[in-house]
């Protein structure tokens, strides 16, 4: 069993990268991460995940030119004047990971519950049923199984010495991603990860006291 100290190390040195060396990663390398990644704790064991890696150089273009295309959409939008301080800013870096030698897409399954037909039925009529569906809709198991694999790619990937980022600002080109890397039944595309060697050292992070963060109960 890996040391505790050990595992804090880990976990505090893992940082998000955004610059990469141009060196070809290893798809061991991958696979050892992915591995660890698919035994992470999912909602009712589902494992309802799907990983694409991609490390064909003119697909990754592909898919950073479509998120940037969307990201220039959205900054044309009059409403992003209003809300964003520099949306000529989002587009020049909506597209940051085209150079990504790798880039991970991360598909999540839709699982079938009893549970929702019982919501589906009692909701048009019964307040309490459709309050305890909004609570558990905000839970999103699906989401964060995801979440927890991701979680655990990225270290399995840092433990490895590459670099990584998760992202969720790409999905505002979803459909266009899915329409380059291919649709799967019943999947919906959740986020990418680009990872590499790093070609940078992130500045220090800054973090929220601890004691604002957690608090144990008597
Ligand atoms: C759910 C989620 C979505 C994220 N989406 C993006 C993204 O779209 N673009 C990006 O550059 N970073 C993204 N990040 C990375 C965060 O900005 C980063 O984790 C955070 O600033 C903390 O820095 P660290 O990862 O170096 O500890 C995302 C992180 C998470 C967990």
Known sequence: ?????????????????RQW???????????????????????????????????NKEKIEEIADSVKNRIRMFAQWPEAAKYIDDPEKMVENAGFFKKAPVLIAVYSQIYPSGRDGVYLERMSHDEEAKKMKS?????????????????????????????SVWMTGPMQAKGDIEHILGEFEGYDLVALIAT???????????????DELVQFVE
């Open 1 to 17: 069993m890996i040391d505790i100290d050990e595992l804090e190390q880990l976990v505090k040195t893992r940082r998000s990268i």
């Open 21 to 55: 060396q141009e060196k070809d990663v290893p798809e061991e390398v991958l696979k050892k991460a992915l591995e660890i990644a698919v035994n992470a704790p999912s909602g009712m064991n589902y494992q309802g995940w799907k990983f694409i890696v991609v490390k």
């Open 135 to 163: 609570w558990l809709d905000l839970a999103n198991p699906r989401i964060q199984s995801a979440a927890s694999a991701i979680a655990y790619l990225l270290l399995g990937l840092h433990a490895q010495g590459l670099g």
């Open 196 to 210: 590499g060697y790093p070609a940078e050292t992130p500045k220090e992070k800054k973090m929220r006291p601890f």
